[in-house]
């Protein structure tokens, strides 16, 4: 399933972005979704994935409580709410997309969206 990303860009330490991941094919609904994120030099690295349905999602502990995952099956869309950044959290992020379940595994998604720049930086 095609996945289209947008949101992300500049903020200071402590602000907020969100990030926004279309899918342009579906059924939306039978698919889990991811988020990775990857900074220079470092390997991929799991944020945060959401089930089908919008109660069933899992956090990774570097962003636990500052990063919410959620989604709209209606719009066919998952969203990745980021608060209280944190230089760290400078990266490339991506969504993913996989049948049924979420893994944290990346190499467990089928389709992936074009990745955006996060940057982090007073």
């Known amino acids: 399933v095609p996945l289209v990303q947008s949101g992300g860009g500049s903020v200071q330490p402590g602000g907020s972005l969100q990030l926004s991941c279309a899918a342009a094919?579906?059924?939306?609904?039978?698919?889990?979704m991811g988020w990775f994120r990857q900074a220079p030099g470092q390997e991929r690295e799991f944020v945060a994935a959401?089930?089908?349905?919008?109660?069933?999602?899992n956090v990774a502990d570097s962003v636990k409580g500052r990063f919410t995952i959620s989604r709209d099956n209606t719009k066919n869309t998952v969203f990745l709410q980021m608060n209280s950044l944190k230089s760290e959290d400078t990266a490339v992020y991506y969504c993913?997309?996989?049948?049924?379940?979420?893994?944290?595994?990346?190499?467990?998604?089928?389709?992936w969206g074009q990745g955006t720049q996060v940057t982090v930086s007073s």
């Open positions: 094919g579906g059924p939306f609904g039978l698919y889990a």
């Open positions: 993913a997309a996989r049948p049924w379940d979420w893994r944290t595994s990346g190499g467990e998604y089928d389709a």
């Open positions: 959401i089930g089908r349905s919008d109660g069933d999602t």
